[in-house]
């Protein structure tokens, strides 16, 4: 655009495209120059441009819900050319460092679990505190990436055997033993008898800080046991839950996680789903 500047009388504007040369690029010199009859320049004058910045977006680990996470959790980070090549870290004490990557969120260093040339999953630290806009920043050996995202002390999600937050949850059938420790197996679970209940346990991530944590599955609330951090798997969190009768024989049910912070709730993606067996 050039023309008038619209909001003071008797100034001109002129808006220009910017182009990637220019990145970091200091004390660049501005002219600008008007040709009719003849050609005459303008005073000069100096401006600044920092690094070049790609966007990024950031999405909750387990549901990959968008533009949300919590305080705590695992979350997804999201663009292209964020990693020279695809790496996982191992063990429990994740690192700072992962490929030539670090990360920062609402500016603290944060640990990394895996990256790629698209994703870079991080553990979102506990001591954020819940705000709109939060920024998520990366730095790719020297490449730059920023993004917003509303963190929440609470924001629940599932992790399913596909990976994108529908389908079958990755769950845990648990049958207690004599001497209290709990055997575990893979679904479809029996749900045992009132007298002798078995357990099912749920992966995913966002309500360790919640207030309360409740569950339902199909149309039957099942009383949770224990919730919080998964030992031994940053960003990771369980619910363990006392199966009830109800459940015996069904087949594709919806799970879902309700939190609950002060008043507001808030309810996992639906498309979850966990299946029992027809006997005990």
Known sequence: YVGPQPDFPGLDQINVTLVAELAAKADQEIIVTATRTATVDSNKSAVTFVEAVQSVSTFNAASFEGGVGAVGPLAVVRGTGLAAASVTATGSDLPLTLGGVTAKVAGIPVRLAAGSDESITVVVPTEIAPADFVEVALDNAGKLFRGRVRVQRASPGLFTKTNNGEGVAVARCGLVNADGTVTYTDPPCAVGTAAAPRQLRIIGTGWRL???VRVRIGETDVPVIA?????????NEFIDLRLVPALLGKVDLDVSVVTKVGSEEKTSRSG?????TSSN
């Open 210 to 212: 919640a207030d309360s």
């Open 227 to 235: 919730s919080g951090a998964l030992p031994g798997a940053p960003g």
């Open 272 to 276: 979850v789903k966990v299946s029992f």
